[in-house]
């Protein structure tokens, strides 16, 4: 996704692992990699910049960036600073227009994934486990069961693959879905549709993800934001 950076924005809690290539118009760029979010976090852009976001497949982090997930959860990390085979380009794309950073991308990345039968079995359990977890409240170690899998296989797959334990990841689904259906449904009935057995188990939930009570965050009365380079400068620093 290629657009303008310059109001006051919500970063809500994802398990996507983004390659972010940013563009000021002062000349300054930055090519990072943001993981796993376990937590919303409120943000206002310093400088207006365009930004070029990549999200990586499912179980791509060690192939393209030489380290498990998990090593990236809740971290801001400069591309060019991680082992693996994509950081060979970081200078090639802070040197390139942001229009043929796609088309470089878009080549470099397919063929440095693996085709190996065995890793190609792990990206598909990954996948199966993934959409299992999105749409359906039910127990992990049900889950686990329908797929054939251990408990500690499943867990071993999503801090590999994912960065987070399956349990975070079909929360922070759960309160996505609800994010989602309470914008045309009321919040009591938004909250049962997507599996909260109780208003305060959705509240407790909401509140533990988005730092604030599901009613505040509906209407609007978000947290004060964060400067973006206030965050890259903490991480930077960590």
Known sequence: MLDPVRRPFTHIPETDIRLILR???TGRRDVVVIGPRTRASYNAADEPATCLRLRLAPGA??????????????RITVL????GP????????????LSESVSILKDA???RLSDDSAERSRRALL?????ALMTDPAPIPEIAARLA??????????????????????RIARV???????RTTPLSQAAAAVGYYDQSHMTADFRALMGIQPTRFLDGDLPAPIPCHSVLSAYAAA
């Open 23 to 25: 563009h000021e118009p």
């Open 176 to 182: 996505r879905r609800l994010m989602s259906e309470a």
């Open 149 to 170: 899998v251990s408990e500690r296989q499943l867990r071993a797959l999503f801090t590999t693959g994912i960065g987070v334990s399956p349990k975070h990841f079909a």
């Open 86 to 97: 994509l950081a060979e380009f970081s200078d090639r794309l802070l040197h390139s227009p």
């Open 61 to 74: 982090a060690l192939p393209l960036l030489g380290i498990a997930a998990a090593e990236l959860t809740d």
């Open 109 to 111: 990345l397919p063929r």
């Open 127 to 131: 996948s199966a486990a993934l959409a």
């Open 80 to 83: 060019g600073e991680l082992p």
